[in-house]
């Protein structure tokens, strides 16, 4: 099972191991050779450019690579959410049934993973027990949710953000809606040829729910009625415990890594340059920046209340910070206002600018602004991989038409 070290030598050692033409031929397969860096894109220790730049030197890509599709699927995700913000929290448009044909709340059997369908168990556990799932078993998971237990993408949705270490909340709404059909000309089904097809022994379901023809599925997706799950539950083991869910640190974790600023770690601040650490970017920041820059890492309780946490995704940010801050300061966690105050004797303050932060951020920026006119310096900026498209892009393709790798990232 994969491992991730919230480092940048882990992202790095993760990078140098990828090889693009194996991904494109088994990138679908559950043993195939993926490329594992969502983690570090993620939590800020690489960005696209990074990766593509990275992985081209070593093997030129074409503009149509699969790899570099993929880079695009993540981009564009990036794309609506701009456009449309917490837009994306609703569906973008009705899908095989009305929202209000499906259940708001998630099945035990699937928390505890005791549906008896080895390929729906085997997702579960693996996504408790490592933080991470291949995207294939990540799609079965949630098209046997929506389209056969009628829950609701968003459910599951939030639910499985809690546990990635990759959560990326554009990445993983879209694609569920991706496969609710809510933002796609058509849902996404499956069943059990297709996990045979794709995934190990262990995981194949023969005799189980999902073990009909794509004809059923289709039926039974456009029913409002879910499926029964008691035939194979009988099937079933004794499940596992889903762990628990914390809005922030303060709950999961008891080493005192994290509390409010205290006022003596205040005094240091005065008349340096600060460089923020955040949960979204855990990597080293600019190389730009003057050795002798503060380096403190902060939680913002406001972007984290809605979206709760397992232990594993808090420890693996926790541990992220720790690496690359001062050690003579905690990890701070607090509302913008109280991280405001204890910064505003700073010289400057920089930081990672990144849409899931980025709201706190402004205000967090708005308000050392009002304290010092002089004290912020604005966030920085990471590179584009593709061109800027200003127009909202409905779809992906119409979005891949208007964008491009730029020039300097496809000449030799």
């Not at 050692?13 to 693009?20: E, F, G, S, Y």
């Not at 080493?255 to 005065?270: E, K, N």
């Amino acid at each position: 099972m994969p491992s991730f070290e919230p480092t940048a030598q882990a992202a790095q050692l993760c990078l140098d191991r990828v090889q693009p033409d194996d991904y494109a031929r088994t990138r679908n397969s559950l043993d195939g050779a993926v490329t594992r860096l969502s983690p570090y894109i993620t939590h800020g220790f690489l960005n696209l450019t990074d990766v593509y730049t990275a992985v081209h030197a070593r093997h030129p890509l074409h503009p149509k690579h699969k790899l570099v599709f993929e880079l695009g699927w993540r981009a564009y995700f990036r794309h609506v959410w701009a456009h449309l913000g917490d837009g994306i929290v609703q569906s973008l448009h009705t899908g095989l049934l009305p929202d209000d044909s499906y259940q708001a709340e998630m099945p035990t059997d699937v928390l505890t993973a005791r549906t008896g369908i080895p390929a729906i168990d085997l997702t579960v556990r693996e996504l408790y027990e490592t933080g991470y799932v291949h995207n294939h078993a990540r799609m079965w998971l949630a098209s046997y949710l929506v389209h056969l237990r009628k829950v609701h993408w968003r459910a599951g949705a939030q639910w499985m953000l809690g546990h990635l270490l990759d959560g990326d909340l554009a990445s993983n709404h879209l694609s569920w809606q991706w496969v609710a059909g809510t933002s796609s000309s058509k849902p996404y089904l499956f069943n059990a040829d297709n996990v045979a097809s794709y995934a190990p022994q262990l995981w194949h379901s023969p005799g189980s729910a999902i073990d009909v023809s794509y004809e059923l599925m289709d039926t039974l997706a456009r029913g409002t009625q879910p499926i029964c799950a008691q035939q194979d539950a009988r099937r079933a083991d004794d499940g596992v415990a889903a762990p628990d869910l914390c809005g922030s640190p303060l709950e999961s974790r008891s080493d005192g890594l994290w509390c409010a600023p205290t006022a003596s770690s205040q005094q240091h601040l005065a008349g340096r340059d600060v460089w923020l650490h955040h949960p979204w970017s855990l990597g080293t920041g600019p190389t730009t920046l003057a050795t002798d820059v503060l380096r403190i890492g902060v939680g913002i309780e406001s972007c984290h209340s809605q979206t709760p946490w397992n232990q594993r995704r808090w420890d693996f940010v926790t541990l992220g910070l720790r690496a690359q801050t001062h050690p003579l300061f905690t990890l701070w966690w607090g509302s913008v206002e109280h991280i405001a105050e204890a910064l505003k004797s700073a010289k400057s303050v920089h930081w990672q600018s990144d849409p899931h932060i980025d709201p706190a951020l402004a205000r967090l920026q708005t308000l050392l602004h009002a304290i010092d006119p002089h004290c912020v310096t604005g966030p920085h900026s990471t590179l584009s991989l593709f061109e800027p498209v200003n127009t909202y892009c409905r779809s992906f393709s119409e979005w891949w038409k208007r964008t491009g790798i730029n020039d300097a990232h496809t000449t030799g």
